[in-house]
């Protein structure tokens, strides 16, 4: 080795993970790390040897032992039960942490300022840091610590999850001569991807949406005089979450039952607001005989002009025009009022 050579794998940063059969929560762990200007030359040590692993700069999940200042953020030890809210109390989630999660909590804030090329301390990246954990890590950590995301039987089964997909990574069982370093950074590039992709999505598609649902939502009596209805200026846009979130922060009396938009063929629609964020369940679904009903017989049932369609669940439907779509929300809304006997 020259000189040069012996220099720098003196200095190259080391991060320290177990070998073996490798999961989600360290792999996305490893990424992350890798995101900040300390550690971004850095070697990824797999071994659970504790000598070698006392030779890194930072350990992830092996070791047994919790200790920020030590750099030491495995989460297996019996006496391990830390969430979010545990920690950070102004933080709400209280799933237990893996070894992505407490990566996540001391350096998160760093790492999506470095992806987003924003501050740590700046509002957005706050925001962000928030969505990610909520709709990202939070599941990463559930998944490791074999927590199931119901108390019920599940209907059917979900096999595609990132975790899923990293574990598919690792060697087979009767596969030979199969590299185990080789899947470890396929599942870097995997989680990597999906990670930095999250977080693009957030700051530059979810979050720019929530001035137009908020500016729809003031202009909602102009609407329709129910201001049960509203109308984006944007179709495509995401608005659940957001409107969620400004109904409570606005106090809104009575809540919104319908969002009017424009699809990519340029046509009206209209779309039920659900009863809860990811909720199948509707606050009102449009009229149960428009239900699976298309084109002409839909207009001719309804007597609304340019209909075309309403999906069998009632949950969404679509007219050629503005004004057909509003009609559809209105005549839902007067049926409720007469069949309520208002």
């Known amino acids: 080795m020259t000189g040069t050579a012996a220099k720098r794998a003196k200095i190259m940063p080391k991060i320290g993970t177990h070998n073996g059969t490798f999961h989600c929560d360290e792999v996305l762990a490893c990424f992350m790390l890798q995101q900040l200007p300390e550690y971004t030359d850095s070697e990824i040590i797999r071994t659970r040897d504790s000598e070698l692993l006392k030779q890194c700069d930072i350990v ?16 297996h030890q019996r006496t391990f039960k830390e969430t979010m809210n545990s920690l950070c109390p ?30 740590p301390d700046e509002p957005i990246t706050q925001i962000i840091y928030d969505k990610v954990y909520e709709n990202f890590v939070e599941e990463i950590d559930a ?31 009767n596969e030979t001569n199969v590299k185990e370093i080789d899947g470890f950074n396929k599942a870097l590039a995997l989680v990597g991807s999906e990670f930095i992709d999250r977080v693009d999505y957030y700051h530059n598609n979810w979050w720019p ?18 201001g049960e209805i509203i109308s984006l200026n ?17 106090k809104l009396n009575p809540s919104i039952k319908f969002v009017l938009y424009r699809d990519t063929n ?38 609304i002009p340019g209909c075309i369609f309403v999906h069998a669940s009632g949950f969404i439907g679509g ?24």
Request: one cysteine or more; proline letters at 3%.
């Open 234 to 250: 944007e179709g495509g846009c995401p608005w659940k979450d957001h409107l969620f979130s400004l109904e409570a922060e606005m």
């Open 90 to 119: 102004e933080k709400r989630w209280t799933t237990k942490l893996s070894s992505a999660g407490l990566v996540y909590l001391h350096f998160g804030n760093r790492v999506i300022a470095q992806i987003m090329k924003t501050k």
């Open 266 to 303: 340029d046509k009206w629609r209209v779309q039920c607001v659900p009863l809860r964020l990811n909720s199948f369940e509707n606050r009102l679904g449009l009229l149960e005989d428009w239900r699976g009903i298309r084109d002409q017989a839909l207009t001719d049932l309804s007597g």
């Open 319 to 342: 007219n050629n025009t503005y004004n057909g779509a509003l009609t559809m929300a209105r005549k839902t809304l007067e049926k409720r009022h007469f069949t309520n006997g208002e």
């Open 60 to 75: 992830v999940d092996v070791g047994g032992v919790y200790d920020p200042k030590k750099h030491c953020y495995d989460h």
């Open 209 to 226: 949406a929530r001035t137009l649902v908020e500016e729809a939502m003031q202009q909602r009596y102009e609407c329709d005089p129910s």
């Open 143 to 173: 998944v490791d610590n074999g927590i199931s995301q119901s108390d019920e039987a599940p209907r059917y089964t979900v096999s595609t999850t990132i975790s899923s997909r990293v574990g598919h990574f690792n060697p087979k069982w």
